[in-house]
């Protein structure tokens, strides 16, 4: 018996299983007529404060909303969350640094799609392996807050090249830190052309307004990423509501 | 990777897996030396064991909208087109983790 080395071609994605998945799940989210938006960041950015104002706020204007957040222990977060009365379900992912669609559609058990408007998927705080794995989301935010610095979009232009719209968090400290908002945007356009940017604080409340109208202006054509949300002013005034609900962990 | 190798090489009587050509983009999110290091761990005890791991970079090319070409550009922290200097976010080529092909010691049957 003799052997001989031979080349076989294979020609495919190391990731197609998971993206074979995102792509049924992005179809259930469309056929259900749900908005699927995904939140990346470090740890410590703030997504969980933001998607705590973002629940609580979009229950307030009356739309249906529900989140899944991964971390790798702990059900605090999901915790956190459920003070919004909003559905909230943890995804507990042990040692895996990431979420992928398989946990996604795992988690969305027993939910009834049909009856949501908006899913908000807080990833695992890490801005390397979550770029690689579509989650069939309509938008991916990356989150970078104040404190990290200026040039974290070239430290990680693969998160942010994954992502459709940066919001910069936690703006009420950027005095203190002396960031440099014009660097900073300088280097967001650098890795991703044309990104659009939402700068916003969560304590103070500056930029909520934006970054909600700019939530709600996808509800109503998701197929628009980049949109300029003149009526912001009138949609409130139209809601009777207050944009800055006063933050009640301070 | 280890798993599609695996498939691979049952379809073809088990033969074992001498090499692994992959194609990788800086914009895959997979680090190549991280890859490299966990690969050798990972073959260990499957029909990989010992098998080189054979990593072809792509570029990243962005398709430039002045030029209407599909332009290579010198680094993933700037989308520029090297030509005119136009920035562009459609990312044409740079995403790839790819298996491209497997090297298989293939067993001869036996002739009876």
């Given at each position: 018996?003799?052997?001989?080395?031979?080349?076989?071609e294979?020609?495919?994605?190391v990731?197609?299983?998971?993206?074979?998945?995102?792509?049924?799940l992005r179809?259930?989210?469309?056929d259900?007529?749900?908005?699927?938006v995904?939140?990346?960041?470090?740890?410590?950015?703030?997504?969980?404060?933001?998607?705590e104002?973002?629940?609580?706020?979009?229950?307030?204007?009356g739309?249906?909303?529900?989140a899944?957040?991964g971390?790798l222990?702990?059900?605090?977060?999901?915790?956190?969350l459920?003070?919004?009365?909003?559905p909230?379900?943890?995804?507990?992912t042990?040692?895996?640094?990431?979420?992928?669609?398989d946990?996604?559609?795992?988690?969305?058990?027993?939910?009834?799609?049909?009856e949501?408007?908006?899913?908000f998927?807080?990833?695992?705080?890490n801005?390397?392996?979550?770029?690689?794995?579509?989650?069939?989301?309509?938008i991916r935010?990356?989150?970078?807050?104040?404190?990290?610095g200026?040039?974290k979009?070239?430290?990680?232009?693969?998160?942010?090249?994954?992502?459709?719209v940066?919001?910069?968090?936690k703006?009420?400290?950027?005095?203190?830190?002396?960031?440099d908002?014009?660097?900073?945007?300088a280097?967001?356009?650098?890795?991703?052309?044309?990104m659009?940017?939402?700068?916003?604080?969560?304590?103070?409340?500056?930029?909520?307004?934006?970054?909600?109208?700019?939530?709600?202006?996808?509800?109503?054509?998701?197929?628009?990423?980049?949109?300029?949300?003149a009526d912001?002013?009138?949609f409130?005034?139209?809601k009777?509501?207050?944009?800055?609900?006063?933050n009640?962990?301070a | 990777?280890i798993?599609?190798a695996?498939?691979?090489?049952a379809?073809?009587?088990?033969a074992?897996?001498?090499?692994l050509?992959?194609?990788l983009?800086?914009?895959?999110?997979?680090?190549?030396?991280?890859?490299?290091?966990?690969?050798?761990?990972?073959?260990?005890?499957?029909?990989?064991?010992?098998?080189?791991?054979?990593i072809?970079?792509?570029p990243?090319?962005?398709?430039?909208?002045?030029?209407?070409?599909?332009?290579?550009?010198?680094?993933?922290?700037?989308?520029?087109?090297p030509?005119?200097?136009d920035?562009?976010a459609?990312?044409?080529?740079?995403?790839?983790?790819?298996?491209?092909?497997?090297?298989?010691?293939e067993?001869?049957?036996?002739v009876?």
């Amino acid at each position: 018996m003799s052997s001989q080395p031979r080349m076989v071609e294979v020609r495919q994605n190391v990731l197609k299983q998971n993206d074979l998945l995102a792509r049924k799940l992005r179809q259930r989210f469309a056929d259900a007529g749900l908005l699927v938006v995904s939140m990346v960041s470090t740890p410590g950015a703030g997504k969980t404060a933001l998607l705590e104002h973002t629940l609580t706020q979009m229950k307030a204007y009356g739309f249906h909303v529900a989140a899944l957040v991964g971390d790798l222990a702990t059900e605090n977060d999901a915790r956190r969350l459920a003070r919004s009365n909003a559905p909230v379900k943890q995804i507990v992912t042990g040692t895996i640094c990431h979420l992928d669609a398989d946990m996604v559609r795992h988690a969305l058990d027993g939910w009834t799609l049909t009856e949501l408007d908006v899913l908000f998927i807080e990833n695992v705080g890490n801005l390397v392996c979550p770029s690689s794995y579509d989650l069939g989301e309509n938008i991916r935010l990356v989150l970078m807050s104040v404190t990290e610095g200026e040039d974290k979009p070239l430290k990680y232009p693969t998160i942010f090249n994954s992502a459709d719209v940066a919001v910069i968090t936690k703006m009420d400290l950027a005095k203190a830190v002396e960031f440099d908002l014009d660097a900073a945007r300088a280097n967001i356009q650098r890795v991703r052309p044309g990104m659009k940017i939402i700068e916003l604080s969560v304590k103070s409340g500056v930029g909520m307004e934006e970054y909600l109208c700019f939530l709600r202006s996808k509800l109503q054509c998701p197929e628009m990423l980049s949109t300029d949300c003149a009526d912001y002013a009138d949609f409130f005034k139209e809601k009777g509501v207050n944009p800055i609900v006063p933050n009640e962990s301070a | 990777m280890i798993e599609m190798a695996k498939e691979e090489s049952a379809r073809r009587g088990d033969a074992r897996v001498t090499a692994l050509h992959l194609k990788l983009g800086p914009l895959s999110g997979v680090v190549k030396e991280a890859l490299t290091f966990s690969f050798e761990i990972a073959c260990q005890c499957t029909v990989l064991e010992g098998a080189r791991l054979i990593i072809e970079e792509a570029p990243v090319a962005i398709r430039c909208p002045t030029c209407c070409e599909d332009r290579v550009t010198t680094s993933i922290q700037d989308l520029r087109c090297p030509a005119c200097g136009d920035s562009s976010a459609e990312v044409v080529r740079g995403r790839e983790l790819e298996v491209v092909a497997l090297e298989l010691e293939e067993v001869e049957e036996m002739v009876t």
